[in-house]
């Protein structure tokens, strides 16, 4: 069964300053997709960004932007110029290809930020 | 453009008592799911359906039934409600399309059970 794990319960950063989120994850498959949710506390699930394991190369959407360590099976998330809207729980989601789309998350990372 | 509808959204139930979690979908996704999120953890898969008539247990099925009658539709149901089940659901969509999509989900239940 795959497992993904995030060892930063909080986390807090200064607006404007950069932070980075850790996920990692633990699956036999070869191809796989990984994705970051933000959920602020309307509880909406916000797709931040997502990452295809055969890609070599780093997603990146605006401010956010992942580190993808395919072989260390870690998948962080970098946030520049930090916005108070962007203070949220973020989780990290694993998901099989070819299967159901079901999402495997991680047990989230809360962020502050402080003005 | 509704996406995903979750009705109700906050329900207190006492212990014993059964209900139904509304979810329908106007996007005419094929893929169905059902989540539940226990305070200061991830989302768990409960059950999915994949098609009308068609639904498997997730991680933590027990205690909860659903049925895919429609390719809109996919009601949970808890039988006999216990302390455990106070959760937040969530129920989400996925399209099949080749293309990788994502899955949007509704905005959630907030379940207590006394």
């Known amino acids: 069964a795959q497992t993904v794990t995030q060892s930063q319960p909080e986390m807090s950063v200064q607006e404007a300053e950069t932070v980075t989120l850790s996920c990692t994850y633990d699956?036999?498959?070869?191809?796989?997709?990984l994705f970051w949710y933000k959920q602020p506390p309307s509880r909406q699930m916000i797709l931040v960004i997502r990452q295809e394991a055969y890609k070599q190369q780093n997603a990146t959407e605006n401010r956010f932007s992942v580190n993808f360590q395919k072989a260390a099976k870690s998948f962080s998330l970098k946030i520049s110029d930090s916005q108070l809207g962007d203070a949220a729980m973020y989780f990290c989601a694993y998901r099989r290809a070819g299967s159901a789309r079901q999402l495997t998350f991680g047990s989230g990372t809360q962020l502050t930020v402080l003005p | 453009n509704a996406g995903v509808t979750q009705t109700p959204k906050f329900r207190i139930l006492k212990i014993g008592q059964s209900m139904t979690l509304q979810c329908t979908q106007d996007?005419?996704?094929?893929?169905m799911y059902w989540y539940r999120q226990d305070p200061g953890m991830g989302l768990k898969l409960i059950y999915y359906s994949v098609g009308a008539g068609i639904t498997d247990k997730g991680e933590v099925p027990n205690g909860y039934n659903v049925s895919r009658s429609t390719t809109e539709d996919f009601p949970l149901r808890l039988e006999l409600a216990a302390p455990s089940q106070t959760s937040v659901y969530f129920c989400?969509?996925?399209?099949?399309?080749?293309?990788?999509?994502?899955?949007?989900f509704g905005q959630g239940t907030r379940l207590t059970v006394v």
């Open positions: 996007m005419n996704h094929n893929y």
């Open positions: 699956t036999s498959e070869s191809d796989y997709y």
């Open positions: 989400a969509s996925s399209s099949t399309g080749t293309a990788d999509t994502e899955a949007f």
